[in-house]
Every structure is written in structure tokens, then in C-alpha cells.
């Protein structure tokens, strides 16, 4: 890779990434008082890293059947109210015996 490509890619990269950051501040001098709007930006992160991680939970492990599963099984071990340790946990047991099962197949 060239160097000068490289840098200069980095610096617009870098330059796009505070100009996001920064625009906001520029244009809203007063707080936000819309409850439509605050209700928004108070859930955008989690939209935004639900939408980045949720499909690789999918793609992380050695076939899609195990994702699958694991993925069933956090759900119903976070809806009976176990933590995130134990969610883990869970999925990763599950992964591990989908996938000891499957390469028994």
C-alpha cells in the first residue's frame, strides 16, 4: 500500500469523524427540548450498535445453525431476567454443543 494513500485516506477518515462530532455543536447552542428529538438521540447508540453487532452474532461461529441457536438461547436467558455474564455464558455453552453435535454429523 502506498504511504501517501494511506495518510491521506486516514486523514479525511479523520476528518469526517470530527466533522460529525462537531457539527452538532456548532448549530445547537440551547438544550433540546422536543421530546420526539431527545427520545431519538437517547436511543440512536443502541440502534446503532444493535444493527452493527446483531448481525455478526450470526456470522461468528463455524456455521449459521449454532449462531442461531446461541443467539435463541441469550434471548430467553436475558428474558427470564439472568444477567449478562450468565447470557454469555449460556451462548457459548450452547455454541460449543452445536458444534460438537454438528461434527458428529
Known amino acids: ?8 485516506a486516514l486523514l479525511v477518515m ?15 447552542r440551547r438544550r433540546i427540548t422536543n421530546r420526539f428529538i431527545r427520545s431519538f438521540l437517547y436511543y440512536v447508540p443502541y440502534a446503532v450498535l444493535s444493527a452493527i453487532a446483531f448481525p455478526a452474532i450470526f456470522l461468528s461461529t463455524g456455521s449459521l445453525i449454532s449462531g442461531i441457536l446461541a443467539t435463541v438461547v441469550c434471548l430467553l436467558l436475558a428474558y427470564r431476567g439472568k444477567g449478562l455474564i450468565a447470557c454469555m ?14 461434527l458428529l454429523i
Request: proline fraction near 5%; glycine fraction near 8%; charged fraction near 5%.
Open 14 to 28: 479523520a476528518g469526517v469523524t470530527y466533522l460529525i462530532r462537531l457539527l452538532p455543536l456548532l448549530f445547537i
Open 1 to 8: 500500500m502506498n504511504p501517501t494513500y494511506f495518510f491521506t
Open 89 to 102: 455464558l449460556g451462548s457459548i455453552a450452547t455454541v460449543l454443543i452445536a458444534e460438537g453435535l454438528l
